[in-house]
């Protein structure tokens, strides 16, 4: 497992990101960092869940995961449905390429917040980042899995 963590200050906040483009995830990663929030970056959903699944073991669990949309094997809404299985709560944003192509909302992925991929994408990240960690968005209950997307695969879409 090619787990990258990015060491903060103790009481920073951490974050799961997850993409398979190298250069993408190690630039969020960055972008965070700089903001003074833990991040750990991986490469896999499979590699996510261990990594999500093991932090909450350790009673150490990430605040918010970020993840892409299409990675091998796995779409990032397959990933939100294994992740509200472990923690309901645990807010998640979906980052895509595709977000007017495929029409994801937060209402079809389960996600807490979805952001295209643009000039604009960090902007929208650190500000959704911001929002949902200094407490702004409170989770009145357990986001709901979204549903099944098997077979809505789009060619090229990230």
């Known amino acids: ?6 060491a903060s200050p103790i009481s920073a906040p951490r974050i799961l990101l ?19 929030y833990s991040t750990t970056g ?11 699944s093991a932090s ?11 993840t892409d949309y299409k990675m091998p094997g796995h779409t990032g809404v397959d990933l939100i449905s ?3 299985s472990i923690s309901a709560t645990v807010p998640v944003i979906l980052v895509s390429g595709f977000v ?3 029409g994801l909302t ?3 992925t389960g996600a807490d917040v979805v952001i295209m991929k643009s000039a604009n994408e960090v902007t929208h990240l ?25 077979g809505r695969r789009a060619a090229g879409a990230a």
């Open 1 to 6: 497992m090619s787990l990258k963590r990015t």
């Open 18 to 36: 997850v993409d398979d483009n190298r250069p993408g995830l190690s630039a969020r990663c960055a972008v965070l960092r700089e903001l003074g």
């Open 42 to 52: 991986v490469e896999s959903p499979g590699q996510a869940i261990e990594a999500f």
């Open 56 to 66: 909450t073991q350790m009673g150490e669990p990430f605040e918010l995961v970020i």
């Open 82 to 84: 294994q992740i509200r």
């Open 100 to 102: 007017d192509a495929l």
């Open 106 to 108: 937060e209402g079809n």
């Open 126 to 150: 650190v500000r959704a980042v911001n929002r949902h960690l200094s407490g702004a968005v409170r989770r009145k209950g357990p986001k709901p899995a979204a549903p099944a997307t098997k």
